[in-house]
């Protein structure tokens, strides 16, 4: 059983790809012919260069068009240069794809008269071949067609090859494939797809994604095949346009990680079967975000303090060695580094001001490291001053720092042990901030897919349906993601266009960033009236969303005269209600947001998010 990725699934030339695949810890490759036909060398050439790589080329794909043609002598002389082909490669397995055209009124006898002369010709070069059934075949479509193909064929070295786009993306479920004998399938690759009940054929450019990424039951899937007895490879398949990365090392990598975290939860529950890859530990379970950290120069510093005090927050504690400071209300906190050296000093040379590190209570750290770094995750560490706690630490996807705090060790006394208290400090009266509520990262749209992959394979979080947000100068994808009780939800917002407002945050950085901290309140009104007394600036609602609300809702006039006078938005989905409270951008257009939830609304306010933007984008022109 090994681990495999298509060369058709990654960018670049051949050696690059090839590279990209090792580098990312496949052992396998799947050779798509026109990747070899474009490359400048021999077949030898690219066997040399996978063994150096510690890759074996696993299969030879496609091969299409052999059974029911004209002129088959034809079709079996350009069989029999294949195998010569991959007797050069060093690889035993063609994948055999079914026929798209055909002469007419070729009967299914026939179709397996073919397959097994050319089964013959196979066995005598000790080759395999993998039929695969494809929905826009002429004849051979679905799984059961094959099945019974393999059948009529009837010879050890001719078996299945199986796509689980194709299988499950037609609104097919994995018990169907129940029945199959493993050992009669050669060959499986994984691929995602949005869960529609449409005719596929029109989906594959589209929908060919990472496992995880889109809604098929893929977890099942491999269950069903490995309770058959299947043990040949799992390899990732054919990534459409809407999966791809940004680069041929992204792509490997998050293909790495969709593949072996797939594995591991669906054999996780099987007795009897082993991950070809080290065990992982389970997926973390978090239990909120202990800290957001700010990298900072001496003038955004006072920028940001001005506002976060403005909320209500107050100067607690400042780090012993260092130019970092704690600000805290409920249990929130929030570090402010405007140190010379250190990871926060080189983010802020990269990205300007900025959330440069972000803290998450987990129930072990350390074996959060050990599942993130054995999914490829780099992992974080800094030279460790006197006085100071060694916290585990990975590399987020765009070069941000995620730590991990628990409280199986002093790692949640970091607050006691690092920093002392301020002695002299404004006795300001909190606003009612509890909690963080959300946190939304914005990266390039082309990005969001990785972020993604990265939250929901190291975390224990699930996402939800990606919205469209329209804002003034373009489109908006906002993916949410969030851990079972809510301790930590995400929204990772891609970017499409130059000139929106979450582009605009993009256009002075380097990889993606946090553009906005929701801060969680019992009573939004009573937290609105304190903030009135601190000259917190409110991002300006207009006239006409307010006569827009009451209508839309048939809400009293007096409470959206209150939302009014306090600049507050408000959603309603049944019973459950929503209000927000945005602060005007800084730093290029980062911004906070305070919210209130009721009757356990679960959402973002989408509804509100095109009028926010629209808002947002005129207070940043005026600025």
Not at 309 to 329: N, T, Y
Request: charged residues 25%; aromatic residues 8%; glycine residues 8%.
């Amino acid at each position: 059983m090994t681990l495999c990725m298509a060369t058709t699934s990654v960018p670049g030339d051949l050696p690059d790809k090839l590279r990209a695949i090792a580098s990312a810890g496949f052992k396998s490759a799947e050779l798509h012919e026109p990747d070899f036909t474009g490359f400048y060398g021999s077949a030898s050439d690219i066997r040399a260069m996978a063994q150096e790589l510690g890759l074996e080329i696993g299969l030879l794909q496609p091969f299409r068009n052999l059974e029911g043609q004209e002129n088959q002598a034809a079709e079996f002389d350009r069989l029999e240069a294949k195998f010569d082909l991959m007797g050069a490669l060093g690889t035993d397995l063609l994948l055999v794809g079914s026929a798209r055209v055909m002469k007419d009124g070729v009967e299914f006898s026939r179709i397996a008269d073919d397959l097994a002369r050319a089964a013959e010709l196979a066995a005598n070069r000790d080759i395999r071949l993998a039929y695969l059934a494809l929905p826009w075949a002429q004849r051979i479509t679905h799984d059961s067609d094959a099945r019974k193909i393999v059948d009529a064929v009837g010879q050890s070295n001719f078996g299945l090859a199986l796509n689980s786009y194709f299988s499950l993306a037609g609104g097919r479920r994995p018990a169907d494939l129940r029945d199959l004998d493993g050992g009669k399938i050669f060959h499986v690759q994984l691929s995602d797809a949005p869960r529609l009940d449409t005719d596929i054929r029109m989906l594959k450019r589209q929908f060919g994604m990472l496992p995880g990424l889109g809604r098929l039951n893929l977890n099942g899937f491999v269950k069903v095949l490995a309770r058959a007895g299947y043990q040949e490879a799992w390899s990732i398949a054919r990534v459409g346009e809407q999966g791809q990365a940004t680069s041929a090392e992204q792509l490997t990598r998050d293909g790495y990680r969709a593949l072996v975290s797939l594995l591991d939860e669906a054999f996780g529950s099987e007795p009897g079967i082993s991950l070809p890859a080290p065990g992982l530990p389970a997926r973390s379970r978090v239990r909120g975000i202990e800290f957001i950290e700010f990298a900072v120069d001496e003038t955004t510093h006072k920028q940001l303090v001005a506002v976060l005090v403005s909320m209500c927050f107050r100067m607690e504690r400042r780090h012993i060695a260092k130019s970092v400071e704690l600000l805290r209300q409920g249990a929130i906190n929030i570090v402010v580094n405007s140190d010379e050296s250190g990871y926060a000093r080189s983010a802020f040379a990269n990205h300007g001001p900025c959330v440069c590190d972000m803290g998450i209570r987990v129930d072990d750290s350390k074996l959060a490291v050990e599942r993130a770094t054995a999914l490829g995750t780099e992992l974080y560490s800094q030279p460790v001053g006197t006085g100071e706690l060694d916290i585990p630490a990975i590399r987020g996807v765009g070069g941000s720092v995620v730590h991990f705090i628990d409280e199986r060790s002093n790692l949640h006394r970091v607050w006691d042990i690092e920093f002392e208290p301020v002695q002299k400090t404004a006795a300001i009266p909190p606003a009612g901030l509890r909690r963080i509520d959300h946190v939304a990262q914005t990266m390039a749209d082309d990005e969001m897919r990785s972020w993604l992959l990265y939250y929901a394979t190291t975390f224990d979080m699930r996402k939800s349906e990606i919205v469209s947000v329209a804002d003034p100068s373009g489109i908006i994808h906002s993916q949410p993601v969030e851990s079972p009780e809510g301790e930590l939800r995400l929204n990772l917002n891609g970017a499409v266009g130059q000139k929106t407002f979450a582009a605009t945050f993009l256009a002075d950085r380097i990889g993606a960033g946090v553009q906005h901290i929701a801060f969680l309140t019992d009573d939004i009104f009573e937290t609105s009236a304190t903030l009135d007394g601190q000259d917190f600036a409110r991002l300006e609602v207009s006239e006409n969303y307010y006569e827009d609300l009451r209508v839309r809702y048939a809400l009293d006039p007096e409470l959206v005269d209150r939302m009014r006078a306090g600049n507050i938005l408000y959603e309603r989905l049944g019973d459950a209600e929503y209000f927000q409270i945005y602060s005007r951008p800084i730093f290029n257009g980062f911004f906070f947001e305070i919210v209130e939830r009721r009757a356990g609304y679960q959402g973002y306010g989408a509804t509100n998010a095109s009028m926010r933007l629209a808002a947002q984008l005129k207070c940043q022109r005026k600025a």
